[in-house]
Every structure is written in structure tokens, then in C-alpha cells.
């Protein structure tokens, strides 16, 4: 061991007390620093997955659907308004010629043609509007898992078999087996065979959707070969504006929507949250390096006279510059440590307190960790450069005489 870093260790415990606060100063910014890290990110990740885990991170559609562009053709055309307008015209014409074009892209993970309508349900004496998605459910079950989450009955949407879910079940008080009648604007009521119903963690979802078969729903809502859209999945849900970009060049007649543009507000809020974590543990940084400053500071005062005989005993500026800079790395270092296994304890006493209580699970973020450590690490270093050159400028015989 060399003759600084013997020294500075003996300063630090000489002053046990000081070095007791100040570890514990910096233990605890750590703390807070690792805690609300992983917990703001842990929480974040469970929003957005909430929010696009059973969803299209990018959706294909028709531009005719569009009421704002229908509103701007002739008034012979007005009646072509969602509602009014006929079956006949609704719809993705050229689905197969997209999903050729499309469905081989190494970005995707999941690419399910849709047809989508509305309905009125009619069950024990209640009248209740939902939505009618016609899928392969082959396909689909990679965006909506829909066969490992049926609760009651079986996941089969084939002919007049349909899925419900959990809120709607409840609601209407239907069963797996019942049989219900669905009432469209193209005809009379249409009975169908309830098979399964499923609970896709989702309050609305449950209670306004039903699944049935592709080829089914489009004789159901009359469309022919049409379609209504094609929803797609990727791998990086976050390039799903780059890549829905490039698509818009590639496919210019028809709609193309990513969830971001969807979710603007959604994103502004986690993006609002970030930015507030980044500010509180910059200020904890900042605390913690002005407090090991203004020890260390104090530390050289108390240490003037010892300084002094060091370097009248032959000690160079370099030396005596190099002992308060260990200080300051080994404060930071070993405040890091403890700060993070203290982080790691708060973590675990949150997950065991929220546990039945619907709290998302949280994953520990090692990297995460080992950097806010490496900051508070480096924080601490450059928090002794001051005390450092204030130790390597002391007189020797002024402080012997003074100190």
C-alpha cells in the first residue's frame, strides 16, 4: 500500500464521525437515485405494455374511410358518411396485394388482417353496443393471445362461434355455450354460439368486443373480400414511426398509423416524467458532491498541522494533492456500494408491501445501477479537487506554526 492511500485512509478514520455522515450522505442519495430509477422505469414499461402488448403497433387502412375526406367530395357523395354509407365501399380492396408486400419484413412479428364493425347485443332484457372483430385467429392470437386467455369455454372462433369478454359476460349474464343475437344495420338479428370468453387485463376490452371469424364477419357486415384494416406488431414497438414512415412511401393510397401518433399525449407524459427523475437525481448528485467537498474542505483545515509536518518531512505538492483525492474516491466508492444495496433493499421492501395490491412488478436494472455507482463514484473524486489543490498549496511552516 502506498504512502497516500495509507494516509488517507487514516485521515478518514481519525475523523470516524465525519466519514460516518458523510458515507451515509451518499449511501442514501444512492439510494433514492437507484430506487426511483427502477421504479419510474419499472412502471413506465408496464404502461406502455398495458397500453400496446395486445395492440397493432402500426394499423393499414383505407383512406376512404376517412369522414373528414368524405366531407370534402360532392354532396351526391355525403351519404357515403360513416353510418349512411354502404358496405359496399368501406374497406381495404388490395389487402392481399399489402400483405404480400408487407407480412415478409423482418420487423414484424405479428400481421393480422381485420374486419371491424359495430353491433347491438340483445341479452336479458339489455341492449348493449360493441364491437365485432373478425380475425384469423391464427394470426391474431400473436397480437391478442387470445387462446391462452379464455377463462370459460374453449378459444375457438370458427362459423357462428364467437368470444366475449369477461365484463361483457358479466353484464348481460351470458355463459360459455349460451347463444346470443347480434343486430347490424344490414338486416334482421343473427344468432351465434358464445364458445369461450376471454380476459385480456383490459376493463374496456372486456366489455365492448367481441372476436368471431374472419370469413364470417365479412358476410356479416357485408364485405365481400374487403377488409377494414390489417394490424401489424413489431419487434421495437418504438420504431414503429421510422418504419410506418418508410411504409407510408412504399403504400401512398392507404392510411398507415403507428400507436405513437395514437398515444401522443401518453408519451408527453412519460417523456414529462422522465425529464423529472433526470432533475431530482442530478440535484441529489450535486448534494452529495457539495457535501463531500465541504467535508473534505473542512478535513484539510483540521489536517493543516499534520500536512504541514508531512511535507516538511520531504512530502511533495503531488502527494499531499493525491491523499485528499483518495479520500474523495474512496468515500464515493464505498458510499455507492452501501447506497446500492441499500436501493436494492427499498426495492425489495416496495415489491413485498404492494404485493396483492396491483402493483407491476419491478425488475432490477443492473446497469442502471452500476452506472448511478460509477457517477457517485466519480462525483466524489471531483468533489476533492479543491481540497486537494487547497492541501497541495499549504505552507508547511505556516501551517506547523498555525495549525
Known amino acids: 500500500m502506498n504512502l497516500e492511500l495509507k494516509i488517507a485512509l487514516r485521515f478518514l478514520k481519525y475523523g470516524k464521525t465525519q466519514t ?6 451518499i449511501a442514501v442519495g444512492v439510494a433514492v437515485q437507484i430506487f426511483l430509477s427502477t ?6 414499461e408496464s404502461l406502455i405494455d398495458e397500453t400496446i402488448g395486445n395492440a397493432a403497433h402500426i394499423t393499414v387502412k383505407s383512406r376512404d374511410d376517412e369522414i373528414g ?6 354532396n351526391q357523395e355525403m351519404s357515403l358518411l360513416r353510418g349512411n354509407r354502404t358496405a359496399l365501399e368501406k374497406g381495404l380492396i388490395n389487402w392481399p396485394v399489402i400483405a404480400e408486400e408487407l407480412q415478409d419484413e423482418p420487423d414484424i412479428t405479428a400481421f393480422s388482417p381485420l374486419v371491424q364493425g359495430t353491433a347491438l347485443i340483445r341479452s336479458s332484457g339489455k341492449d348493449l353496443s360493441v364491437q365485432v372483430k373478425g380475425i384469423q385467429l391464427s394470426k391474431a392470437d400473436k397480437i391478442y393471445e387470445l387462446t391462452s386467455r379464455i377463462v370459460s369455454g374453449e378459444g375457438v372462433a370458427e362459423g357462428n362461434q364467437i368470444l366475449i369478454g369477461t365484463k361483457l359476460s358479466k353484464d348481460l349474464g351470458i355463459e360459455a355455450g349460451d347463444v346470443i343475437n347480434l343486430f347490424t344495420a344490414q338486416g334482421e338479428p343473427v344468432p351465434f354460439l358464445v364458445s369461450g370468453i376471454f380476459d385480456l387485463e383490459n376493463e374496456a376490452v372486456n366489455s365492448t368486443v367481441i372476436f368471431m371469424d374472419f370469413n364470417r364477419s365479412q358476410k356479416l357486415f357485408q364485405m365481400e373480400s374487403r377488409i377494414t384494416a390489417i394490424e401489424i406488431q413489431l419487434k421495437d414497438p418504438f420504431q414503429s414511426d421510422v418504419i410506418a414512415e418508410a411504409w407510408r412511401s412504399r403504400i401512398p393510397e392507404e392510411e398507415i398509423i403507428d400507436w405513437k401518433e395514437q398515444n401522443k399525449q401518453l408519451l408527453i407524459a412519460l417523456s414529462s416524467q422522465s425529464s423529472s427523475t433526470y432533475t431530482i437525481q442530478f440535484f441529489v448528485i450535486l448534494a452529495v458532491t457539495l457535501g463531500i467537498s465541504s467535508v473534505l474542505a473542512v478535513s484539510v483545515v483540521q489536517k493543516s498541522k499534520e500536512i504541514g ?15 485528499f483525492l483518495m479520500q474523495g474516491f474512496l468515500l464515493g466508492a464505498a458510499g455507492s456500494i452501501i447506497g446500492a444495496a441499500l436501493g436494492i433493499l427499498l426495492i425489495s421492501l ?4 404492494g404485493l396483492g395490491a396491483g402493483v407491476p412488478e419491478i425488475s432490477y436494472r443492473w446497469g442502471s445501477m452500476l452506472l448511478i455507482g ?6 466524489g473524486s471531483l468533489a476533492s479537487l479543491l481540497p486537494a489543490r487547497r492541501s497541495a498549496n499549504l505552507n508547511p511552516m505556516e501551517a506547523i506554526k498555525n495549525g
Request: aromatic share 4%.
Open 20 to 25: 460516518l455522515f458523510i458515507l451515509l450522505g
Open 39 to 44: 421504479l419510474i422505469t419499472s412502471l413506465q
Open 69 to 74: 375526406r368524405i366531407l370534402e367530395q360532392s
Open 309 to 323: 509536518i508531512l511535507k516538511a518531512m520531504g512530502v511533495t505538492k503531488g502527494s499531499a494533492s493525491r491523499i
Open 350 to 353: 416496495f415489491q413485498l408491501a
Open 374 to 379: 460509477g457517477i457517485s463514484t466519480v462525483s
